[in-house]
C-alpha cells in the first residue's frame, strides 16, 4: 500500500514526488511514468521544446532537489523583456520593457529545455527515495479507504492518487472528474533560430492580429521562438520552406533581432484552454495540466503547475505530522480552494491578453494595446507586472518563498 502514487512524471508529477520525498517523513511514494526522457549527453544540441521558469519555480525547484540537476550551461536567465503590439515599431519608446536589475533581480527567469527539466526532477525525485516505476495506469477504482489502480506493470494499491498526467488526464476521466475546454483556434509552433544581432538575455514578444511571436533566449546564443498562429497562418508556415518560414518570421519579428535561419526542426501544438471544475474527489487530486491549460503566451503552465504540486505537497507534510489520512476530503479540499482561486485569476489574465492584445480590434482593444505604453511609464504598475512575472505574488507554498 502506497501513501501516493503519482500518475505521470511530466515536471509536475516529478516535482511532487521529489517535494515528498525530499520531506524525508517515511511517506511511501511512487511516480508512474511510461515515457521517462533519456538522460540528455551534456554535448547535444540544445532542443527547441523550452519552458521559461519563474523565480517561485526556481526556488521550489531548490526545495525538490533539482535545482542543481538544471543549473549550468544548457540554462539561460533571462534579464530583459521586450513586449509591444505591431501597431508600433520594434523600437519605439512604446514598448513595453522589463530590466531585472530596475526590479532589483539577478534576472527575471530561466529558459530551460523541458527535458532536461523533467529528467532532473525525476533524478532528485529517486535520489530521495521515490519509487518510479514504467507503467501506465489502465484503470482506477476509489472506495472509503483506499484507490485500487490497474496499470500496464501490475496493481497497486493507495490512499492517495495524484493525477498529473497532462490535459488528456486519464486519472480525471477515471475518477469522473469533469473538464472544460475551448480551442483557441491557434497552433503554436517551436523552433530554434539563430539571428543576425545578439539576444542580449532578453525575451521579446510581439502582439498581431493574427497570432503572438516570442523569442526566448538560449544559453547558446540561439532563440527558441513560440509563435502562436491563427489556424491559417500556422498551417502556412509549417508548410512553408526552411527560407520561406525565416522570410515570414523576419516579417512578424519586425525584424527585432536582424534576420533569422531556422536552426532546427519546426514542432507544434494545437491550443485550447482547459479547466477542470473539480480538482479533486474521493482520494484522488488533479495538478498541473490535468487540471488546468492556459495559453503559453504568458509562460505560466510549467509555473502554475509546479506551484499545485508544492501547494498540495505542502498540505499533505503536514497532514501526515497530524496523522491524518492523505486521502482525506478536508486536505484535498483545502488543496483545490488554494490552488483553484490562483489559477482561475492567471487563467483569466492570459485570455484577456490573447483577446484584446492579439486579436482584439476596435476603439478598446486599441486603448488595450496602448495601454503597454501606459504601464512602461508607470513604475508602480510595472513592479506589479514584474512581481506576476517573477510568480512572486499571491499565496505561496512555503517552498516557492
Ligand atoms: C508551445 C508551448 C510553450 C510553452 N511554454 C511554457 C513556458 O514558457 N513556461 C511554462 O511555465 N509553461 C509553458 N508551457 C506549458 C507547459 O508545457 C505545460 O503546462 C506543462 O508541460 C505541464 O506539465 P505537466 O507535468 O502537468 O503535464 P505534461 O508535461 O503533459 O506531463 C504529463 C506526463 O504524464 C504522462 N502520462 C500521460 N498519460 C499517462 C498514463 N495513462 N499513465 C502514466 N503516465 C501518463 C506523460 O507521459 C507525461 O510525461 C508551454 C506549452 C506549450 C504547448
Sequence with gaps: MHDVVIVGGGPVGACLGALLAAAGDGTRVAVLEPRAPAALP???PLEARVVALSRASERLLRAAGAWAGIDGPRVCAYEHMRIWHESVAADSDAVLSFDAAEAGEPNLGYIV?????????LQAFAAAGGELLAAGLTSLRSTADEVLLGTSG???????VVGADGAQSAVRTHAGLSATARPYHQTAIVATVATERPHRRTAWQRFMKDGT???LPLADGTSSIVWSADEALAARLLAASPAGFAAELDRASDLALGAT??????????LQRLAAPRYVCQRVALVGDAAHVVHPLAGQGVNLGLLDAAALAQLLTQARTRGEDPGALAVLRAYERWRKSETALMSGAIDAFDRWLAHGSGALAQLVQGGLAVVN????????????ALGVSGELPRAAR
Excluded at 154 to 160: H, S, W
Design 42 to 44: 551534456a554535448a547535444a
Design 113 to 121: 529545455e523541458n527535458r532536461l527539466l523533467q529528467g532532473a526532477l
Design 154 to 160: 501490475g496493481e497497486l494499491r493507495a490512499r492517495l
Design 213 to 215: 511571436l516570442a523569442f
Design 261 to 270: 535561419r531556422l536552426a532546427s526542426e519546426r514542432g507544434s501544438f494545437v
Design 377 to 388: 511609464r508607470a513604475p508602480e504598475l510595472k513592479r506589479f507586472f514584474i512581481r506576476r
